[in-house]
């Protein structure tokens, strides 16, 4: 039987690191082996913030990647403000010590490259793709965004195939991001934001969310909106781990660790607060207790931490390769997620999620109340959800959790986290395919 085919149109795509570029990734490892032939459309000259050579690996042999040349104005923000080199990563400043050139780049982002920076993509794209979908049968064409300049591609390319199958991917949510209110934007700027956004949800025959409060928003939106959230690879390195002994080796400390990006948005102050109040109190406590980050940690969050008590607990290793990452998961006692703290963004389920899931550790979570996050770690038994305004609570889960630790008791758990693996989010896709 002959493959059917779907092109992705991607902006993320291996070397770049990130969990932005694993979710399709994944899906065009597993997708052939139900009936359907991936093809790639990526840029041949991305600026990527992060790079990771080891998810190479995941891309199948014989996968069909197209690329065409990308143009992107980031040389010159970049030249605005050189001093904040976080500007390509779509992180910026938003406290009060935040510089005249740090406002003026924001405000260029958010109001010049609509909806960002890779808008000058699209015309190109457009061209190029209409030629190639008149040469090639391709059954149905997927946008992934951020950047959501690429829906803008397949919203084009809708227009002029109107029987072209189109599913509209979005990672993040576009206008219900937290950080969209932090753009600085004019009143045309955000309605062409939102009128976009919405030809998008109305021209999109499904519009695929990774959370189930954001696949709820988009349905009021008009959008024919379906929930497939993000997950673990069965075949990684990090689900090896749920075979190790639950208990610690004699030496090793009780390690609460951050995998990931943090920035300002996501900064969980009342935890570093509560730590910073047990090393100053609890001897047991201070004498084993490591504070581990791995990625890329916002300047002024590590420099605040490293200012109070916890500075001689802290073990920053730096951005590490995505196998080096689940390495440093799986040696750790407690697991750290933070989501950014605005009632807007309980939808959003950070995709490191899955894979603290699949070793198997307690995860302690930070954001609004009645988040997703929350909703899956009841599930799955897996750890305890918190508010930023939490604060006593946050100690007695920590000390209870340390406790279990100490007499070698702090179990692990695995329950219900298979409708999470890649595979079967895989299937689930293949339904809404068929």
């Keep these: 039987m002959e493959q059917k085919k779907i092109l992705i149109i991607t902006y993320y795509w291996p070397p770049a690191g990130g969990p932005g570029v694993q979710r399709w990734l994944k899906f065009a490892k597993y997708l052939p082996e139900f009936g359907w032939k991936p093809v790639i459309?990526?840029?041949e000259n991305p600026s990527y913030p992060l790079l990771d050579e080891s998810l190479v690996k995941d891309i199948p042999e014989d996968i069909e990647t197209v690329k065409t040349k990308i143009w992107e104005p980031y040389q010159l923000a970049e030249k605005l403000n050189k001093s904040n080199k976080k500007f390509k990563a779509g992180q910026f400043d938003v406290g009060k010590n935040q510089s005249w050139k740090s406002k003026l780049s924001i405000w260029i982002r958010g109001n010049f490259f609509i909806p960002d920076a890779r808008v000058f993509w699209v015309k190109p794209s457009v061209k190029f793709l209409e030629h190639y979908l008149k040469e090639n049968k391709i059954d149905v064409v997927v946008t992934s965004g951020p950047p959501h300049s690429l829906h803008l591609i397949g919203l084009n390319l809708k227009k002029k195939f109107p029987?072209?199958?189109?599913?509209?991917?979005?990672?993040d949510p576009w206008t219900e991001i937290s950080y969209y209110k932090h753009l600085k934007l004019t009143k045309s700027?955000?309605?062409?934001?939102?009128?976009?956004e919405n030809s998008v949800f109305k021209n999109a025959d499904i519009t695929l969310a990774t959370s189930y409060t954001d696949a709820e928003n988009f349905r009021k939106n008009g959008a024919n909106a379906v929930c497939i959230t993000n997950g673990f690879d069965e075949t990684d390195a990090i689900t090896q781990t749920q075979k190790l002994p639950h208990t610690h080796p004699p030496e090793q400390k009780f390690t609460l660790s951050y995998i990931g990006v943090l920035e300002q948005l996501r900064n969980p102050e009342n935890l570093w607060k509560t730590l910073d109040y047990l090393v100053k109190t609890n001897t047991d406590f201070a004498q084993n207790f490591t504070l581990k980050f791995v990625g890329r940690i916002d300047d002024k969050i590590l420099n605040s931490i490293e200012n109070s008590s916890l500075k001689k607990h802290i073990l920053n290793l730096g951005y590490l390769s995505h196998d080096k990452a689940v390495e440093e998961m799986a040696k750790s006692s407690l697991l750290l997620i933070t989501n950014f703290p605005d009632?807007?963004?309980?939808?959003?389920?950070p995709g490191k999620i899955f894979?603290?899931?699949a070793t198997g550790k307690q995860i302690i979570s930070f954001g609004p109340n009645q988040a997703d996050v929350s909703k899956i770690l009841d599930e799955t038994k897996a750890g305890r959800h918190f508010s930023y305004n939490d604060s006593e609570t946050i100690k007695d889960f920590i000390l209870e959790k340390f406790e279990l630790w100490k007499n070698r008791n702090l179990l692990e758990n695995t329950q219900n986290?298979?409708?999470f693996s890649r595979r079967n989010l895989t299937k689930k896709l293949i339904e809404i395919l068929d």
Aim: hydrophobic share 30%; net charge neutral.
């Design 41 to 43: 459309y990526t840029p």
């Design 355 to 357: 894979e603290y899931l």
């Design 343 to 349: 009632e807007s963004s309980k939808g959003i389920i």
């Design 417 to 419: 986290i298979e409708q």
């Design 163 to 171: 029987n072209l199958k189109w599913i509209a991917d979005f990672r």
């Design 189 to 196: 700027s955000d309605q062409k934001h939102r009128q976009l």
